[in-house]
């Protein structure tokens, strides 16, 4: 029936819906008698067995096995609020991939949006591919093993820059009728789940990148111009004026934000072609295993779900499990990063540009200049948030870039790294300075005198600009100096204002 209707914790936390475990006990009550009739209908092969394999957020994933033949795996909507077109649209993505390029997917048997079907839920029975998932193995591999994985993560990248190539951006379908496959609109979590489904929004497909986030902000805001002083007076017990006055300074950072898009967005980063992205092309949706002769290849590339057509930069990432730490002990140098990993990060560039071409590795390094559409991803692509979570991204968002939102970057990865926490300080005399640096912990109580790292961080960034080239340890140290006579003023004069930075002892 083809119904139309550390690196472990890196690894664990990309981890996608359909194939993590859930936090929750809570299963899918399936009749796995009815399962298997529907998989021996199907297949027209007896299955003997079924087995819950993950039990993720939005998807259960089991394994339906049969007296002869391979197996297949039946992958089980848990979420009823999904719209008809995802399942459409994945299903279509899959079959567009299998016959226009060599990436491995796997093939569709039969699916079902609906609840009309003997399991009452809605599901895809698919092909298993062999193979293990990438982050399981990854670990074990060795460096040559790892760069040859990488090397063919870019073989995958070029098929779909070169032979899924669009003129819109979208969702993918396919015509029942014709069997022709064309763009539609995008199916994205932020257009339809907790409420926003009732909203009317445009949904594609677009003709520029600039024009999907536009489109996501707008719908936030019109959500919020309907709920957020609601959630502000029951959650956080605001007066209705508050509240109202809030929701009102928000829309409008909203307004400038969607005004300031066409500075972010320029037509080095948004142009065509179009190319299909796979919606989380991470290490558990990629499965490998040993050759004959013991060379390790990807098999097959899994859970096409969300998947849209985008831009070059969509394209260009580095995988996450090799990106730059963000980890503050490595930024702040008080532990290398990992050697290799800068090493794999330099291979998978030079193959990027080697096969992808100049433009890739153009993308590679603006990426890492400009994290302006990182952050209105986060904002608008990646997660639902709260009123209150939006509006401190926001704040947080112009505190780093201004109202102007041009690019601020630093080549110093401390000061890029704090820059929207970074407040005026007023540091010591060169000659304290240098007494305290001379003195290293002799005169300071560190267990009570003790400085956010932000406070650190606004320290050091003052040190640079007056021309001092000291260290993150050597700022700290003229910090705690600050902390400590902060402390005993504010002892011994009660009244004394604080000062302009938060100078509490918690953390990032």
Known sequence: MNNKNNKSKIFS????????????DDTLDVD??????????????????????????????HLLQFDSGPDCIARLSRDLTHPVEKFESEVATMKYIAQNTNIKVPKVYDWDCTVNNPIKTPYILMERLPGQHLYRVWDKLTFEEKKCILSQMV?????????????EIGCLYMDSVTSTFQIGPIIDLMFYIEGRNSIPSFTGPFRRLQELV?????????????????????????????????????????DLLQSKLSKIFDESIDQKPFVLIHGDFDAQNILVEHSVNNEIKIVGIIDWEF?????????????????KSVDIDVIVGNQPESCENQKLRDFFYNEMVTKLGDISGQMLKIKDQDLRIIKLEDMFTYMIHTFTT???????????YGLEVDNIHFDDPIIDFFWENITKVQIPSKETIMYLLSKDGLCLDRKKHVPCLYMIASVYYELKSNGYNFSWKQASTIAFHMQESK????????????????????GV
């Open 13 to 24: 936390s990309s981890s996608s819906s359909s194939s993590s475990t859930s936090s929750s």
């Open 32 to 61: 796995t008698n009815a399962l298997q009739q529907l998989a021996s209908s199907c297949l027209n092969r007896n299955c003997v067995c079924t087995r819950r394999l993950t039990n993720g957020c939005y998807n259960e994933i």
């Open 155 to 167: 073989d995958i990248l070029l098929e779909l820059w070169t032979k899924c190539q669009f003129e």
């Open 214 to 254: 536009y489109a996501l902000i707008q719908k936030e805001k019109f959500f919020f111009e309907i709920h957020g002083a609601q959630e502000l007076m029951e959650k956080w017990k605001l007066d209705h004026i508050k509240a109202t006055s809030e929701v009102a300074n928000t829309i409008k950072k909203l």
């Open 307 to 323: 998947s849209r057509t985008g831009t070059l930069w969509n394209l260009c990432k580095y995988p996450i499990w090799i990106q």
């Open 390 to 400: 939006l509006q401190g991204l926001l704040l947080t968002f112009f505190n780093r």
């Open 487 to 506: 402390d005993k003023e504010s002892s011994n004069n009660p009244t004394v204002s604080d000062a302009n930075i938060s100078l509490s002892d918690s």
